[in-house]
């Protein structure tokens, strides 16, 4: 009796050694940020890249978003490592999607999106959202930079094995709930260390009613919640959405393939090591108020009474007190973007809810797809006309406002609605304050000028 996780990671398995388990790599995803100093290293040992055709570039992290910006990146750290990238990627053979490219895009949207990353592989990525590419079916996680250099060199690479953590989703949402409002929940609930030592699979008649987009939402923050891995059972769905895929199988090879992955699911709940359950039944819209996504509350709860000095912390760092309500936020910026929430099927809900209707005069909103597949798709669906209309800033892809590597900065003070992943101090920019919600939520917020449901 083995978990979906077992099963796929023992087909991978090549040799045990004390309590840690040499794993083939299928694939292997890069960006500018973890990889030079990967690369140097090989150069440095004298070794060579043993599968480039296993191993693909993005240039996300550092990438200008302002389309006139991106011909001359005026950051010199940013420019430096998108060149050094440029550079590696032509020496050692891998194929570079960079800023001119059709496919270039956050790393963990075109994984999917290019159906590089389909059921049963293993996927690793110089990126602690690895996890993303779980909801697919896979074993996808982050590893460090000498990591990195080690699966360059070897096409594999030694891990623990964790335990089996279910988490049974059950119920029917409401219109105005996704998987954003699941996952911090979950987070809020349990605290942000629950899946640590686990990998997370997500199960139950909740997760089998969401699309493959909303599945990658879910799977994405499985690391704030503490667990290195977040996956899903491939469906139906999941085959529907990789046929046809540049890199998926083709033809006989697809019906082939899909014969291989039949046996791609958990033999029993019994085979997890721990269960726990949410009803989402009666579940409403979350909005994180604190500094980590466990500081989470409903749409209408008032924030908590301080109990640690965390706590305190955080109502300093955010400028609101217990008993306020999400209502009560002073919100002037809007960030609608990343790998959590950049997807064209979150930038259709946005557009349903900002067609004929023009953003509140306190706000500034920006919307950041997260690939340039999602972007012209945007476009020829008429979606970024409404976007400009409504009076936000439309950009191109890149990781932006999530974590603010580049010029993609939350000003000091400023509270921002935002449909990224992490909430932490200074994560959007120095003395910025984030504010996590789904992509229902932050358009409107946008269009009400508060974080309401209106």
Partial sequence: MKTLFDKIWDKHKIVSEDDKDLLYVDLHLIHEVTSPQAFEGLRLNNRKLRRPDLTFATMDHNTPTIPEHRENVSDPLSREQLCSLE????????????????????????????????????????????????????????????????????????????????????????????????????????????GTGYAIEFFGEAIEALNVEERLSLCNMSIEAGAKFGLIKPDQKTLDYIEGRPYAPQGDDF????????????????????????????????????????????????????????DTRAYQYMGLEPGMTAAQIPVEFVFIGSCTNGRINDLRIVAEIMQDQVIADNITCVIVPGSMQVLKQAEAEGLVDIFKEAGCEMRYPGCSYCLAMNEDRVEPGVHCASTSNRNFEGRQGEGSRTHLMSPYMAAKTAINGRIVDE
């Fill in 87 to 194: 550079e590696n990627c032509r020496e050692f053979g891998v194929k570079l999607f960079d800023m001119s490219s059709e496919n270039n895009g956050i790393v963990h949207m075109i994984g999917p999106e290019l159906g590089l990353s389909i059921p049963g592989k293993t996927i690793v990525c110089g990126d602690s959202h690895t996890a993303t590419h779980g909801a697919m079916g896979a074993i996808a996680f982050g590893i460090g930079t000498s990591e990195v250099e080690n699966v360059f060199a070897t096409q594999c690479i030694w891990q623990t094995k964790p335990k089996n953590l279910g988490v049974k989703v059950t119920g029917k949402s409401s219109a105005n709930v996704f998987a954003k409002d699941i996952i911090l929940k979950l987070i809020a609930d349990n605290g942000v260390a629950f």
């Fill in 255 to 310: 019906e082939q393939y899909k014969k291989d992955i039949e046996d791609l699911f958990t033999d029993s709940e019994q085979a997890y090591d721990k269960i726990i359950t949410l009803d989402i039944s009666d579940l409403k819209p979350q909005i994180s108020y604190g500094t980590n996504p466990a500081m989470t509350v409903s749409l209408d709860q008032p924030f908590p009474q301080i109990e640690t000095t965390e």
